[in-house]
């Protein structure tokens, strides 16, 4: 006899992918089971200086995590060269609202790609959730649409 039947999922943030393994050792009920990524170390995640980049926030939508920069891949935050003085405003409060929702906290991070700027694009998470989402939802970005925001979204007035 083989044994009772295990199924254990993949969870990430956008989908669950199946795996069915045997086990001798489950003798009862198939028992799902959430196998989530290994969360990176919690840190101190300020804002960048001039120096050297190594754990930080650069803005809203872009940080480095252990000498790796990386672009949060489901926003568009406001840019801190903002195109008027409501989108720096905004971008500051991004930035500053990132790096609370990071600082010394278990970062996840599941790559998707690379940007055309090289840097590694990413769903980040901690264990209160996905930081993009949490940035919508504050209003301090939208969700990402394929091209920057044009300026008419922050600077009408």
Known sequence: MLGAVAVSF???????????????????????????????????????????????VVDGDTLWVDGEKIRVANIDAPEVRGRCGRESVLAAE???????????????????????????????????????EALVRQQLAVRWRGRREPASTLCAG
């Open 94 to 132: 991004a930035t500053r609202r990132l790096g609370h929702l990071l600082d010394r906290k278990p970062i996840s991070i599941r790559a998707l790609g690379s940007d055309r700027f090289g840097r590694t694009l990413a769903v980040v998470a901690t264990p209160d959730g996905d930081v993009g």
């Open 10 to 56: 993949i969870l990430s943030v956008s989908d669950l992918i199946p795996t069915i393994t045997t086990d001798p050792v489950v003798t009862n009920a198939t028992v799902p089971q959430l196998e989530l990524p290994v969360p990176a170390r919690p840190r101190a995640m300020p804002v960048c200086g001039s120096g050297r980049r190594f754990n930080c």
